[in-house]
């Protein structure tokens, strides 16, 4: 189904009737279309190579793009309209990073301040200002420095890093972790980092890897980026089991947030955002907790004028998208994946 979705977009594209399509579905339906990034940075440079969206070069141009073809606005923006039931545009857009790597101001944010287009920055409030890596990126680093030959086993599953298979043993490592209840998750990450500290890289090489600081991230508010919520641990919030700690991930992050920048909290991204990750009682939370809006990262587009707020769409974009792929998942994100 992969292979059939992305040949259609890279057919579809180029063709007249696609365009066509396009330009009708623009005029026909008024549609928010939310782009999804994580780490702006070369694959090859990253731990895990899943969790990067684009290279330097790549997201300039997918940043005008988006630029010349639909008007990218911000949350702020959308509130506003919703509040004085002012239509938004057809073409309407906005950016989004989960998440809150220092990439993020290195790589994204300059492009962004040039062209003058709002963004929101999911921020994992627990970690900003830190010198200590994201816990699925930690964790894949370690598996990617071990010596080969290294076995992790936690009950019925377990890898064996061979030193060809880096992509592959993080790939099915970080999705067992993400699969286990919380407090189950933490404990398997504090063996891992127990097994294989030894064989963690130097502090100037981690220093890349490391999240976003307040100073950095007032910066980028301060010129008009908005700053949004990742919780404030980065768990997978379906799988707490105590709807207290949901509140608290949710409510400590916006109050950290809007304490720092001075400026509201609107929107928060669910962490990994998908089906297994959301379940009523987190959507609850993020509409008790003050959250205008939350992001999942289920694809698709959204029918104007909103009507979930809570459960708005995304389009994920990965750095194996070319240019081809990437306009027609902008144009059809149904189509192509």
């Known amino acids: 189904m992969m292979g059939i979705r992305r040949t259609i977009g890279r057919i579809g594209v180029h063709s ?113 200002g830190s010198r200590e890596m994201f816990w699925f990126d930690r964790a894949a680093c370690l598996v990617r420095s071990s010596e080969p030959g290294t076995s992790l086993e936690f009950g019925k599953f377990s890898v064996l890093i061979d030193g060809s298979n880096g992509d592959a043993a993080t790939a099915a490592l970080l999705q067992f972790l993400k699969d286990q209840p919380d407090d189950v998750r933490r404990d398997h990450v504090a063996v891992i980092d127990e097994q294989l500290s030894a064989c963690m890289p130097s502090e100037a090489e981690l220093a890349p890897h490391y999240p976003l600081n307040w100073e950095q991230i007032l910066l980028m508010s301060s010129a008009g980026m908005e700053i949004g919520s990742h919780t404030h641990t980065h768990p997978i919030l379906a799988k707490l089991a105590d709807t207290q700690k949901i509140d608290f991930e949710l409510q400590h992050s916006r109050d950290m947030i809007e304490r720092h920048t001075g400026k509201p ?73």
């Open 265 to 337: 909290c609107l929107a928060l991204a669910y962490p990994e955002g998908l089906g297994y990750a959301i379940d009523k009682r987190v959507v609850a939370s993020a509409g008790k907790a003050g959250y205008a809006f939350a992001l999942t990262s289920l694809r698709g587009v959204n029918s104007l004028p909103l009507t979930a707020y809570h459960e708005i769409d995304r389009i994920q974009i990965h750095h194996s998208n070319d240019q081809t792929i990437f306009e027609a998942s902008v144009q059809f994100p149904e189509l192509v994946v």
């Open 16 to 128: 007249a009737l696609f365009t066509l399509g396009h330009h009708a579905r623009l005029i026909a339906r008024s549609e928010l279309r939310v782009l999804a990034y994580h780490r702006v940075i070369a694959p090859a440079h990253a731990y895990d190579p899943e969790n990067v969206s684009a290279d330097l070069e790549n997201f300039d141009w997918q940043m005008r793009y988006m630029r010349k073809n639909y008007d990218v606005i911000s949350f702020e923006q959308l509130q506003s309209a919703i509040t004085k039931g002012e239509s938004l545009p057809k073409r309407c857009a906005m950016i989004t990073f989960d998440d809150g790597f220092a990439d993020n101001y290195f790589n994204a944010f300059p492009i962004l301040k040039e062209l003058r287009m709002p963004a929101l920055f999911n921020v994992v409030t627990s970690t900003v």
